[in-house]
């Protein structure tokens, strides 16, 4: 991160920009832009920072106030992080084998706990309440009305920072009532020169295959162990083994074997037609040999199979099989 202000090299001009008057805050942010170039992590520090009692010459959080402290224990009481919770199953009965799922999205009660936090003063004389919202396309239709009510009467000295991925799933209105920053996307030469000072290897080819998001390349390290050996044996085509092949895939998680079978039949298709690869850049000599064997038609029919179960990736269905049955049909695309 960057040394001024605890943030990405790639965010300094971003920074700056709304250090300017920071005196003069708008009262709602809305940050945005793709996953994995720091959004998140921008919007902590920067809440941070505007809740110092004593910032720095650049605006950065001094770190070491009550203020500091408060927001490095999670207990600052001028602020407020909403995201999707985790919630526990209504029939479950007894408390030590409770159940809990994961929630997508951010529910109107949620958004209604805040009216109490709105109508209080800040701890600090003259200081600011921040509300974080995080991923804000998890509002769905009642929580997001129910944020507009507030963003269209807003409350003194309260800031909303509103971070999201997916900026055409929150309402006109909404958008319409905040301030909107466009997050940066780092190019190539930033985005390896930060992954090389936190140590990862082989960055630049984990960073085609994750689209050019650095964070997702530093958080997966784990995953590309596991990637290593789901090339190795996609690499062999009609020779790989289904049955065996299928436990790997699904090792991590259903929607990361499916994904990795997706992109290798993205550039094996590119190889066939004569086109770069997009993801496995240090593959192109075993996806040519591949590419020379495939039947097209096949390879396109397989591809839609394998859209069909990324979408079931979630349900309950026996993923062994439905992978298994995938990577069959991977081997059979390759003419003898």
Same mark, same amino acid.
Request: aromatic share 6%; glycine share 4%; with cysteine.
């Given at each position: 991160?960057?040394?001024?202000?605890?943030?990405?090299?790639?965010? #300094?001009?971003?920074?700056?920009?709304?250090?300017?008057?920071?005196?003069?805050?708008?009262?709602?942010?809305?940050?945005?832009?793709?996953?994995?170039?720091?959004?998140?992590?921008? #919007?902590?520090?920067?809440?941070?920072?505007?809740?110092?009692?004593?910032?720095?010459?650049?605006?950065?959080?001094?770190?070491?106030?009550? /203020?500091?402290?408060?927001?490095?224990?999670?207990?600052?009481?001028?602020?407020?992080?909403?995201?999707?919770?985790?919630?526990? @199953?209504?029939?479950?009965?007894?408390?030590?084998?409770?159940?809990?799922?994961?929630?997508?999205?951010?529910?109107?009660?949620?958004?209604?706990?805040?009216?109490?936090?709105?109508?209080?003063?800040?701890?600090? /004389?003259?200081?600011?309440?921040?509300?974080?919202?995080?991923?804000?396309?998890?509002?769905?239709?009642?929580? #997001?009305?129910?944020?507009?009510? $507030?963003? @269209?009467?807003?409350?003194?000295?309260?800031?909303?920072?509103?971070?999201?991925?997916?900026?055409?799933?929150?309402?006109?209105?909404?958008?319409?009532?905040?301030?909107?920053?466009? $997050?940066?996307?780092?190019?190539?030469?930033?985005?390896?020169?930060?992954?090389?000072?936190?140590?990862?290897?082989?960055?630049?080819?984990?960073?085609?295959?994750?689209?050019?998001?650095?964070?997702?390349?530093?958080?997966?390290?784990?995953?590309?162990?596991?990637?290593?050996?789901?090339?190795?044996?996609?690499?062999?085509?009609?020779?790989?083994?289904?049955?065996? #092949?299928?436990?790997?895939?699904?090792?991590?998680?259903?929607?990361?074997?499916?994904?990795?079978?997706?992109?290798?039949?993205?550039?094996?298709?590119?190889?066939?037609?004569?086109?770069?690869?997009?993801?496995?850049?240090?593959?192109? /000599?075993?996806?040519?040999?591949?590419?020379?064997?495939?039947?097209? /038609?096949?390879?396109?029919?397989?591809?839609?199979?394998?859209?069909?179960?990324?979408?079931?990736?979630?349900?309950?269905?026996?993923?062994?099989?439905?992978?298994?049955?995938?990577?069959?049909?991977?081997?059979?695309?390759?003419?003898?």
């Amino acid at each position: 991160m960057n040394s001024i202000a605890n943030i990405y090299p790639w965010q #300094a001009q971003v920074w700056q920009h709304l250090n300017k008057d920071s005196q003069r805050m708008p009262h709602a942010l809305l940050l945005h832009g793709r996953t994995g170039i720091g959004k998140y992590d921008f #919007a902590r520090v920067f809440s941070q920072a505007l809740l110092c009692a004593n910032r720095g010459q650049h605006g950065q959080a001094c770190g070491v106030c009550s /203020s500091c402290n408060w927001f490095n224990d999670n207990s600052h009481p001028d602020f407020r992080l909403l995201s999707p919770e985790q919630e526990v @199953e209504a029939d479950d009965e007894v408390v030590s084998t409770k159940k809990t799922k994961k929630k997508t999205q951010i529910s109107v009660a949620q958004i209604r706990d805040l009216s109490g936090f709105l109508s209080l003063s800040s701890h600090r /004389s003259n200081g600011l309440r921040i509300v974080l919202i995080h991923p804000a396309e998890a509002l769905n239709l009642a929580s #997001a009305n129910a944020l507009l009510k $507030m963003l @269209e009467e807003p409350a003194t000295g309260v800031v909303f920072i509103l971070v999201v991925h997916q900026l055409q799933r929150l309402l006109p209105t909404i958008i319409s009532r905040c301030q909107k920053v466009s $997050m940066p996307i780092p190019d190539e030469s930033q985005a390896l020169a930060w992954l090389s000072e936190q140590g990862v290897a082989n960055a630049k080819q984990q960073l085609a295959y994750l689209e050019g998001s650095p964070i997702k390349v530093f958080n997966e390290q784990l995953q590309f162990t596991l990637l290593t050996e789901i090339w190795r044996m996609l690499a062999l085509g009609r020779k790989l083994e289904p049955n065996v #092949a299928a436990p790997a895939f699904i090792a991590n998680s259903v929607e990361v074997g499916v994904v990795a079978l997706q992109k290798w039949i993205y550039d094996l298709a590119a190889m066939k037609l004569g086109k770069q690869t997009r993801y496995h850049l240090q593959h192109t /000599s075993a996806l040519q040999g591949l590419a020379e064997k495939v039947n097209l /038609s096949r390879l396109f029919d397989l591809q839609r199979k394998t859209d069909e179960l990324r979408k079931l990736a979630l349900h309950p269905l026996n993923h062994d099989l439905q992978m298994e049955s995938l990577l069959l049909e991977y081997t059979r695309v390759f003419q003898s």
